[in-house]
């Protein structure tokens, strides 16, 4: 069985905290007004329209007022926020400068130019974006919302594996800590896994911390996959079962999964993929019915923009992914709190396999 690591919030050193403070530009800033009124209303009226299909319209008068808010903070900020697949909608379309998967926020995080980066995401997601942007202020709006697999796996879980197996290169999956990734050659995603463990040339590579993106990768590639044993909270909840029962319900459903699903799982899928994959599937095959195996938010979002296909929703939550609410990221940008930081050293070696992975030509 995996380790646990314990989980929290990583400490700023004195400097850090002296050079954030003094920053004018980073001062506390007293809280906007948050009344809906008729000029809210028409502010807001073209980003209501994004979400009308996901958000009813008795909801809105309660997220306008944050998501005007937000939005001019940004510029104040100078800030960008990049927020991840399975946030909730008002967040997703509403005040997200860029969403996308891991990857996609990873690379994008690589080129931002603001000052300040909001991540609407887990806590491994604002690291990568630090350790990908040392010198900018890296902002999460609840430093509590971890991941179950990030947390499945320590540096020196890495470390007794390569003492296990000397010379086997170790591939690990962004779901995971800047400790743990400074202990591995290269990172991967569940959008580009297969092409990162096939790139390093190995007939064996250790392969971690998800147990069953491990199997899917095994299953797609003659490499020799060693896995550890870590899963999503989230997706390991699905069953095949329940999928066969919805397909005899509606033999025409279309069964679109992510790869952090047991075997059993993604053998009942038309298509399995990375959350980016499946959005991409859902705008090219324009499907009736689906069935979308993964986050819950992620339906709502994609369902936001394309909704004349129907999904069916065998609801999973990531309760770390809801920790992010509008009112905790406007409190974020209003406090520039919580800032991530990682240590230099660690982020040094991280970011030498986050890299590698951002600049595989062929992922
Ligand atoms: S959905 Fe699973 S892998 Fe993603 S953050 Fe939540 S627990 Fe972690």
Not at 214 to 241: L, M, P
Not at 258 to 263: G, L, M
């Amino acid at each position: 069985m995996p380790v646990i690591e314990s989980f929290g919030p990583h400490r700023k050193t004195a400097a850090e905290s002296i050079r954030l403070r003094d920053d004018r530009r980073f001062r506390v800033l007293p809280m906007p007004g948050l009344e809906w009124n008729d000029e809210v209303a028409r502010e807001t009226a073209h980003l209501f329209e994004r979400v009308k299909n996901v958000i009813p319209s008795v909801e809105w008068p309660f997220f306008a007022p944050y998501v005007r808010a937000i939005n001019a903070l940004k510029k104040e900020r100078n800030a960008v926020i990049l927020a991840h697949n399975y946030q909730t909608p008002e967040i997703y379309h509403c005040i997200a400068d860029v969403v996308g998967d891991s990857l996609q926020l990873a690379r994008e995080a690589s080129k931002a130019k603001a000052d300040v980066i909001v991540q609407c995401g887990v806590h491994f997601m604002a690291e990568t974006s630090k350790i990908l942007n040392p010198d900018k202020v890296v902002l999460i709006p609840d430093s509590k919302a971890g991941c179950s697999l990030a947390e499945s796996i320590t540096g020196a879980d890495v470390r007794l594996l390569r003492e296990r197996y000397p010379g086997v290169p170790v591939v690990s999956y962004v779901n995971t800590s800047a400790e743990v990734k400074a202990e591995s050659d290269i990172c991967c995603t569940s959008a580009n896994a297969v092409q990162v463990v096939e790139s390093l040339g190995a007939d064996k590579v250790i392969f971690l911390p998800d147990q069953y993106l491990a199997a899917y990768v095994a299953s797609q590639s003659n490499v020799k996959i060693i896995a550890w044993k870590g899963a999503c909270e989230v997706h390991e909840r699905f069953t095949g079962d329940e999928l066969r029962r919805a397909r005899e319900h509606d033999p025409s459903v279309q069964i679109i999964a992510h790869p952090e699903c047991p075997p059993d799982v993604l053998a009942e899928a038309d298509y399995t993929g990375s959350t980016s994959g499946m959005i991409k599937w859902v705008r090219e095959h324009h499907p009736h019915r689906v069935i979308m195996v993964t986050e819950c938010s992620m339906a709502d979002n994609v369902s936001a923009e394309v909704p004349d296909v129907e999904f069916v929703r065998p609801c999973n939550l990531c309760p770390h992914m809801k920790r992010i609410t509008l009112p905790k990221v406007l409190d974020s940008l209003l406090t520039m709190q919580e800032e991530v930081w990682v240590d230099p050293v660690i982020a040094a070696k991280a970011r030498r396999a986050v890299e590698r992975m951002v600049n595989l030509k062929s992922c």
